[in-house]
Structures are given as structure tokens and as C-alpha cells.
């Protein structure tokens, strides 16, 4: 079975974008390219992807400019499933498949076509919790910015307990990888 994690920068104080979807705040955060649980090796791993609609059509708002070589807006060149219960507009060049419902059945899809490699959760915060809520969520990697924001898009709104695996530090951030153990039952 692949290892489903859900990989995300975060707030100190648990957000993944302000209330108006804004990453301004993570952008200036200096990482360093091959340091700790750095993208490219990450993503090197990833054999398909998952994001919710609003997270969808901020890569789509923030791509426009960059046109790959394959002609297409979209970064990602291996299948991306997209949860929407709306009438989104596809990406042309890019394989990108919209889905609705219980994730478990977006979960075998993704399985199948990841041909043995993992596969990413890029949020938000409440689908990962869904891939949770299904026990289908292995593992959650976080990127921690030095910066709170006091509101914002939830990094995980849910109660899990989780294991460290590892943790240290990539230039500004506090990068953390958690194996998800399953529902938190405290008092
Ligand atoms: N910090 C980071 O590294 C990072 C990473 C990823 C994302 N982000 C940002 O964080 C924000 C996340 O936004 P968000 O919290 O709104 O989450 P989201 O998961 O991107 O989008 C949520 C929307 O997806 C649709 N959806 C989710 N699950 C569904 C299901 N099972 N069936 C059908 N539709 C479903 C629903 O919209 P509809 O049905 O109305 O389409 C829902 O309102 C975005 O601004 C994104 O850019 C930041």
C-alpha cells in the first residue's frame, strides 16, 4: 500500500493560508532547497496528488504566468484529483480529475495510479482530515513559518494522536514528520 501523507507549510499557530486564502506570509520564509524534507525529494516519492477546490484554484490564480513546456498552467505532472462539488473548468494539458464524496474511493483511484509510489494530500486542512476520518492518512509532514496569523485556514481540524518520527530545522521553519495513530479519545 502507498504512504498517504498529508505535506504542508503551517503557522505556529496551526494555519495553512489567512482568511483570505494568502500564503504572503510563507513566501519570504527562508528554506533551504535541499535541507530538511525538502520538496524535491519529497515530491521525487509522489506518484499522485490530492487537493481540495479552494486550494486548486489558488495554484491555478498563481500559475497563470508560468506555462510549462507541455504547454499547460498546472505544476504537476502526475494525476491530480481535485474535490469539488461544483462544475469546475478543467486544465488543458494537465490530468487532473474532479471527484466528489467519501475520499475512500478517491483513495483506491489515487493508489492505482501512483503505479507503487506514494501519494500527497496538499490540502486543505479538513480533506486531510477526511483521508483521517477513513483511516487513510499515514503520515503529516509540517513545515512551521516562524510567523502567527491569528485566524485563518486550519491545518488540521480534527482530534489525532500522532508519533514524531523526526524533527529539525530547515532555515526558518521547524520541519516535523508525524505518523497519524488515529482518533486523540482524551477526556
Ligand atoms: N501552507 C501551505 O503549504 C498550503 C498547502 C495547501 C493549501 N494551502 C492553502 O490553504 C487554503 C485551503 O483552503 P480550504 O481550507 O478551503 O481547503 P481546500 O481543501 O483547498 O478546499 C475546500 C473545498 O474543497 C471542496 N471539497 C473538499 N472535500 C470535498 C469532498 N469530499 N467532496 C466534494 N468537495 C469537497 C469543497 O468546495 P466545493 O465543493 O465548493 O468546490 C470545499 O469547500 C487555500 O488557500 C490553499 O491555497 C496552503
Not at 520564509?29 to 515530491?43: A, C, I, K, W
Not at 506518484?47 to 486550494?55: D, E, F, P, R
Amino acid at each position: 500500500m502507498p504512504t498517504l501523507t498529508y505535506y504542508t507549510a503551517t503557522t505556529l499557530d496551526g494555519f495553512i493560508a489567512d482568511p483570505e486564502d494568502s500564503l504572503a506570509w510563507l513566501f519570504p520564509q527562508e528554506q533551504e532547497r535541499d535541507g530538511l524534507f525538502n520538496y524535491d525529494e519529497f515530491f521525487a516519492g509522489i506518484g499522485a496528488v490530492v487537493m481540495g477546490s479552494t486550494t486548486y484554484e489558488w495554484v491555478l490564480d498563481h500559475q497563470r504566468e508560468m506555462v510549462t513546456e507541455t504547454g499547460s498552467v498546472w505544476p504537476y505532472r502526475i494525476p491530480t484529483w481535485v474535490m469539488t462539488s461544483r462544475d469546475l473548468a478543467p486544465v488543458a494539458g494537465a490530468d487532473v480529475r474532479f471527484a466528489a464524496g467519501p475520499v475512500a474511493t478517491v483513495y483506491d483511484e489515487m493508489a492505482a495510479a501512483a503505479e507503487g509510489k506514494d501519494l500527497w494530500v496538499v490540502g486543505g486542512g479538513d480533506l486531510a482530515g477526511q483521508f483521517a476520518d477513513a483511516g487513510l492518512l499515514d503520515e503529516v509532514i509540517t513545515y512551521v513559518a516562524p510567523v502567527t496569523l491569528g485566524s485563518g485556514r486550519p491545518l488540521l481540524p480534527r482530534r489525532l494522536a500522532l508519533r514524531l518520527l523526526e524533527t529539525g530545522r530547515n532555515g526558518a521553519f521547524v520541519c516535523s514528520r508525524y505518523a497519524v495513530v488515529g482518533p486523540g479519545e482524551w477526556a
